[in-house]
């Protein structure tokens, strides 16, 4: 594979992973809480809400392994459906970070305070756009 090809699929693929968390927004938030349904299934239960995610995500990696498994039986499934697949499996440690950090789950040292809510890298260039620091 081109590197040129790679960096259409890594654009692609996070753009994706963007617009899906936006998109779900309206059918998993509730009270401006993007991690509700965690936290509802954690109350549900009677686990802390990161156990709930990890519990979530295990259905979606489930899935994927039994996906490769499918190549082997001569069950190939569509580009689409492995994207999705992948999409999700990359979604659920970004929703980790997220709960984590809302849970207040990092040691007291950390500072987060100062995080921006945008990340450029400086000098890297795939699939023709280039980013900044």
Known sequence: MTPERFSQIFDEVTYK?????????HVYSRNNDKLHNFK???????????DALIGMMTKHVVSVYDY???ISEGVLHTREEWLEKIIDLINY??????????????????????????????????????YEA
């Open 68 to 70: 490769v498994d499918d």
């Open 40 to 50: 509802r299934a954690a109350d549900f239960e009677d686990l802390p809400a990161e």
């Open 17 to 25: 992973c963007w617009t899906t968390l936006g998109n779900r927004n």
């Open 93 to 130: 440690p970004i929703l980790l970070l997220a709960l984590l950090e809302d849970e207040g789950s990092f040691r007291a040292e950390e500072d987060i305070s100062n995080v921006s809510g945008k990340i450029t890298i400086t000098g890297v260039e795939h699939a023709g756009n280039s």
